[in-house]
């Protein structure tokens, strides 16, 4: 046992990673960070598209999730993996698995980074070794080498590299995304949710109109078929015989030529089909304590990254924080908006420490979203306040993401451990 004080991190993704490389030079002695996850490893989400399409990148985008990769050498902190967390309480955790003794897990503050779940291969199932994933890749990819005519469910970022992706390997496929917006993306504002001072709500800000125009056109250029306004009507798994020619709702290669049905009452023929309609935050965890804590599917939080409930006697609202694609945080749920908010939850969770008033979060107004179609194309958006929006061609993309997709800019320099990580890219 130790009698440091614990600041817990729920999630080795992205915005919690970081947040323990933002918490190292800052933490006072008398705390310790301790990172947890369910996995074994931890994953880039931004390179997983490509790595489920193009064969030896599914090693590009794993490394063991161990202390002595995530913290320097003589550190008290440490990293708890593979170790579910079952139970959040106003001032415990509940682990699967005992820790020092007991699976119970008091801490100081708590933060909730869990990021958010989509079908596998996109993101690893929560049971899975390092193993099993990198053999779950290499299947899809040997898959789509099978298809002839790929149907991709959704055009927003995902449906869109994913097709940039499986163009790139397979010049000839048949490649048709169904998108229920106006153009690619989601370039038509949505409805604001009610708000109510005592949780904030969330509604994604619209893609830059031009942008959505910019993808279309590389689309198109590219040979890849767009069906918009309209959307695929997926059966529920179990409802169609295997036997039938129409899609049984399954992901990926079919056992034959299947018949996709769209609602408007026009059919494709498809061998693989993708499904890619979004994230789906990953906050059940909150939920379970406080179903008042959650607003449109994400946790809740106030303008200090504080998770936020109208229930009053909630066990999350006096030493919880949320940050990441799991928060209800503003900004559009990027790779960018997950480092600014991790940033934002080091500086005030050092301040509650030396009792400091806290910092309001602003992700600001500089925004940018890059898209690769395939490793050489793509179109981005930048933001600068008062100056105006840009939008970035192939090149900048491929220069700035497109190539690496940041394995070698993102990925690899989060590592500060003893145990250097190495990925050539």
């Not at 229920?180 to 001072?197: A, F, I, N």
Request: net charge positive.
């Amino acid at each position: 046992m130790t009698s440091s004080q614990n600041v817990i991190i729920v999630g080795g993704s992205y915005a919690g990673h970081t947040l323990a490389n933002s918490l190292i030079p800052t933490l006072p002695k008398s705390h310790r960070i301790l990172l947890v996850d369910a996995l074994e490893f931890s994953f880039f989400p931004i390179a997983s598209l490509r790595a489920a399409v193009v064969p030896g990148w599914e090693e590009k985008i794993t490394v063991p999730l161990t202390t002595d990769r995530v913290f320097p050498k003589g550190s008290k902190h440490q990293v708890i993996a593979p170790n579910k967390v079952l139970e959040l309480r106003e001032n415990s955790i509940i682990l699967e698995h005992p820790f020092e003794g007991s699976a119970e897990v008091p801490f100081f503050k708590c933060v909730l980074a869990t990021g958010s779940t989509q079908p596998s291969p996109m993101r690893p199932s929560g049971e899975w070794s390092e193993q099993e994933y990198h053999n779950a890749l290499k299947k899809n990819q040997e898959e789509l080498s099978k298809a002839q005519n790929v149907v991709i469910v959704g055009g927003g970022t995902v449906g869109v590299e994913f097709a940039g992706e499986v163009r790139a390997r397979f010049p000839k496929v048949s490649i048709t995304i169904v998108h229920t917006d106006t153009s690619l993306l989601s370039p038509t504002p949505l409805k604001s949710e009610t708000k109510t001072k005592q949780t904030a709500t969330y509604t994604s800000p619209p893609t830059y109109p031009k942008l959505s125009i910019a993808l279309e056109k590389l689309a198109r250029k590219l040979n890849i078929n767009l069906i918009f306004h309209d959307r695929v009507a997926v059966p529920k798994l179990g409802s169609i015989s295997p036997d039938s020619s129409d899609w049984d709702g399954s992901f990926g290669l079919q056992s034959a030529e299947k018949v996709v049905s769209l609602e408007s009452g026009k059919t494709l023929k498809a061998d693989y089909v993708f499904l890619s309609t979004g994230n789906t935050p990953n906050s059940s965890i909150a939920k379970n304590a406080d179903v008042e804590a959650i607003t449109s599917g994400l946790v809740a939080v106030d303008e200090y990254l504080r998770v936020s409930s109208s229930n009053a006697q909630s066990p999350l609202v006096k030493n919880y924080y949320a940050i990441g694609d799991v928060s209800a945080s503003p900004g559009m749920k990027t790779g960018w908006t997950a480092m600014l908010s991790a940033k934002a939850a080091a500086v005030n969770l050092v301040n509650e420490i030396a009792k400091k008033p806290l910092v309001k979060y602003d992700p600001g107004r500089f925004t940018g979203l890059f898209v690769p179609v395939g490793p050489e194309y793509g179109a981005g958006s930048i933001t600068i306040p008062y100056m105006g929006t840009w939008i970035a061609g192939s090149g900048m993309v491929k220069m700035a993401k497109g190539k690496t997709l940041l394995i070698d800019k993102g990925y690899v320099p989060m590592w500060m451990g003893e145990t250097k990580v190495d990925i050539k890219v």
